[in-house]
């Protein structure tokens, strides 16, 4: 069996050592075939570093690296010389200083690897002039157009979000280092810029007006990830045994307008840990930053499914103007789920979060910020899952109401996250999405949009929320016969109405029924 290359970003090493790899050398070919400049936006452990290796290779002309691989025998091999720069490794909190280690090694590494004369050591304190120099000595070294390829281009930026002051500087320096494409355009044969956000042009490479974005282009949409095919294939021997309708709930769902995709690291580490599953991605690095912005655009956590956003929106993302959804969804905690065209060709997108991992994940962050406790799904899940199971609404209940009296005061009164009127579905919302359910809010039918909707295996519950308020909470769901939706599924159809006190700070009434 081959061996899983977890972790591993050189694409050498994966060819000659009996790794793992899905071709992607397609997307090479079409990348060298058509245009110079391109941008592409995902999230991290995504692949994207490994694909960059895979083109420089392509591009440095080693061809047996593709013996058996797409790229093989449609492309020259023509030898270019390539300059790679990578900020993914650095921790630039003190922006000055790393920035300054990381220009230093990363120009005086390609210097190394292409065997150029260094300049003298001033060079590298102006990052512009640097790079400029470099094109200038490899184009003259090698008489042939330069690649030029970067890697985790605004990392400086993103470990900067909370300190938008730190923030705008580090995006300045880096404009004036990118500007060296725009100047140098006639030396370069292929530039190619990574990255998980997506800064507006203006912002970043004023100037490079020919920058052909793929990140939603259809016929890019699985240049990183693994494919539904990409497992029942290249992975079919590893994935033998695996419960596959599991794995899809887990792990795929991401978007970018071609074919749903997974997580390559997800993949991976469940395969290595005996087809386990758990949160692998998310482990490797939380979203903090996501609080501070939340607290600032008091955002409804339910919201962020199904929420609906414009191209320019998420294509505009910018310091001084950050949308949470765009955010959320170059980060990889959303994805797209459908794309709408308005009658005069405008494109709307519609989010939501992709799979299992992250909304489990999500909303236990969550969960522990509305309620300053990290055990309230150990607490309570069993009870959750036992009342559910049975389709015990009062025992449901009952739950829900110790869950709201656990929570301290100071959390409903100083809360900046939600409105008052939506803390307590967005707390139902996070604390049931964190044990593991798949929920969905504001679920759409012919007759309305339904509160909440929780759909197990066997059942599903069709749930109604009340704020002080006489109104039979149960009412709005029998007049709109917001079941008939589910009828066709073959399950057990319940109805939940619940009727909240903002001054009790908890559950005054509930009413339900079964279909």
Not at 5 to 18: A, H, R, W, Y
Not at 43 to 66: Q, S, V, Y
Not at 291 to 315: F, G, H, T, V
């Amino acid at each position: 069996m081959k061996r899983l290359p977890i972790g591993m970003q050189t694409f050498s090493e994966l060819i000659k050592n009996n790794y793992y790899y899905v071709d992607k050398t397609p997307f090479v070919y079409k990348l060298v075939s058509s245009g110079k400049f391109y941008f592409l936006s995902r999230p991290r452990r995504f692949g994207k570093t490994l694909f960059l290796d895979t083109l420089a290779e392509a591009m440095a002309g080693n061809r047996e690296l593709f013996k058996g691989l797409y790229l093989y025998d449609k492309y020259d091999f023509k030898s270019h010389p390539v300059i790679r720069l990578s900020f993914g490794s650095g921790d630039y909190s003190k922006l000055q200083s790393e920035l300054e280690t990381a220009f230093e090694l990363m120009f005086s590494n390609n210097y190394r690897e292409l065997k150029l004369p260094r300049p003298d050591a001033s060079t590298y304190k102006n990052p512009k002039l640097a790079l400029a120099d470099l094109i200038q000595r490899a184009y003259d070294r090698y008489e042939a157009p330069v690649v030029v390829l970067i890697d985790e281009y605004d990392k400086p930026i993103l470990d900067n979000l909370t300190r938008p002051e730190v923030a705008r500087e580090a995006r300045d320096i880096l404009k004036n280092l990118y500007s060296v494409l725009k100047d140098y355009d006639r030396y370069i044969r292929l530039a190619f810029i990574t990255g998980v956000s997506k800064f507006s042009k203006l912002s970043l490479f004023s100037g490079l007006n020919n920058l052909e974005d793929i990140t939603v282009d259809p016929a890019f949409g699985e240049i990183c990830g693994y494919t539904q095919e990409d497992l029942e294939t290249d992975f079919a021997e590893a994935m033998e045994g695996a419960r596959m309708d599991l794995v899809q709930l887990w792990y795929n769902g991401y978007s970018y307008l071609g074919k749903k995709l997974y997580n390559p690291f997800d993949i991976l580490l469940f395969l290595s840990k005996g087809k386990t599953f758990s949160n692998y991605w998310w482990q490797t690095g939380s979203p903090g930053f996501l609080i501070e912005i939340l607290k600032r655009q008091r955002y409804y956590l339910p919201d962020l499914e199904n929420s609906r956003a414009s191209e320019e929106l998420l294509n505009a993302f910018d310091i001084d103007r950050i949308d949470i959804r765009a955010l959320l969804w170059q980060a990889g905690y959303l994805t797209i789920k459908d794309i709408q065209t308005n009658p005069m060709g405008v494109r709307f997108f519609t989010l939501g979060v992709p799979n299992i991992e992250v909304q489990y994940s999500l909303n236990q962050f969550f969960l522990y910020y509305l309620s300053d406790s990290q055990d309230l799904p150990i607490k309570f899940g069993s009870q959750i899952e036992a009342a559910l199971e049975r389709a015990d609404m009062g025992a449901l209940v009952g739950v829900l109401k110790s869950l709201f009296a656990g929570i301290p005061y100071n959390n409903y009164v100083n809360n900046e996250i939600v409105s008052a009127e939506g803390f307590w579905a967005s707390l139902v919302y996070v604390f049931l999405s964190a044990i593991g359910y798949r929920v969905v809010c504001e679920d759409a039918t012919n007759q309305g949009r339904i509160d909440m909707t929780l759909e197990t295996f066997t059942d599903v519950f069709i749930i109604e929320f009340k704020v002080d308020t006489a109104e039979p909470p149960l009412g709005q769901i029998e007049r709109r016969r917001y079941w008939e939706k589910y009828q066709g599924l073959g399950k057990r159809i319940h109805l939940l109405g619940i009727t909240f006190s903002s001054e009790e700070r908890n559950i005054t009434g509930w009413e339900a029924k079964s279909i």
